[in-house]
């Protein structure tokens, strides 16, 4: 497990960026944490590090949007709205999380047990200003964000 402090949304671009040149065909990056602390953020940022060329905005009420201009395709699912993880079965959400992209999964906390094994998990808490941050991610061991 690796801690990360960050100081401003500059520093979270920063990091997003650097994990979005990293990862690798299947990579599925779980997402945690309240509201306002980043994860759209975390996430429009490693789709710049792919390489992604479209607006990449919230999929609140669609769950996923796809992405595939980058070096990789992007999946981002926000599953805020999921009832009951068995919803995710009718998504099909097995073909994105076991494809040849890069999944991105907002309030991934709701789905736990759908996450595959070598998921890379990645809690967000506020820090100490309205700006900071602290990061607590596992399974970075194929992601380099150093």
Known sequence: MTRIHIANEKDTEK???RIGQQVQP???IALIGDLGTGKTTLTKSI???LGVTETVTSPTFNIIREYRSGRLPLYHFDVYRIG??????E????EYFYGDGVCVVEWADIIE???????VVISIDRGASDEEREYEIEGEEDICIF
């Not at 009951?84 to 079965?89: A, N, S, V």
């Not at 998504?91 to 097995?94: A, I, K, S």
């Not at 047990?113 to 998921?119: C, G, K, N, Q, V």
């Open 91 to 94: 998504l099909g959400y097995e």
């Open 26 to 28: 299947g990579t599925v």
């Open 15 to 17: 990091l997003g960026e």
């Open 84 to 89: 009951d993880p068995d919803e995710m079965f």
């Open 47 to 49: 789709a710049r590090g």
């Open 113 to 119: 047990e759908l996450l595959p094994e070598d998921a």
